[in-house]
């Protein structure tokens, strides 16, 4: 079963899906292709809300949410290894192309990063360029900077 439900973050809308009893997506807005799942605000949902808030609030650096991932091998590794980046830090699309065992998957990774289906939870805004500059965040280079100096990581 998949449920839904809208909160209100200092960024923006952000929905978060239920499915099977684990968080499947959180993003930015509300998407054409989920308003047919039924709005329910489940004991789960409820608890990927406060741990949300309490992120925006700065009371909480790590989630606690069981979460279920959709996606190839490749972009679950990624996903896995932005969860082991801590609060306040960054790595680059390259270290985690490392990390991963696919040195030269730098843009793969990127193309992970693009396409994480649990923003703020599986943390892609924590990945920066080699340079060391803000690049490519789905939902704007604006959240990302954001995120990142709520962090304190810029």
């Not at 040195?103 to 649990?118: F, I, K, L, M, T």
């Amino acid at each position: 079963m998949q449920y839904r439900y809208e909160i209100e973050t200092p960024l923006d809308i952000m929905t978060i899906i239920e499915t099977s009893n684990k968080i499947s997506h959180i993003f930015y807005g509300i998407k054409k292709e989920f308003l047919e799942i039924p709005i329910k605000k489940t004991t789960l949902l409820n608890l990927a809300e406060v741990q949300l808030l309490e992120y925006f609030n700065g009371k909480r650096k790590e989630f606690s949410l069981p979460l279920h991932l959709e996606g190839t091998e490749f972009q679950k590794k990624v996903w896995e290894a932005l969860q082991m980046i801590p609060y306040g830090r960054t790595k680059t699309y390259g270290q985690i192309a490392k990390e991963i065992g696919s040195d030269r998957a730098v843009r793969a990774v990127g193309n992970a990063n693009h396409n994480n289906p649990v923003a703020i939870v599986v943390p892609c805004h924590r990945v920066i360029g080699a340079n060391g500059k803000l690049t490519g965040y789905a939902s704007g280079l604006d959240k990302k900077e954001f995120l990142l100096k709520l962090e304190k990581a810029l």
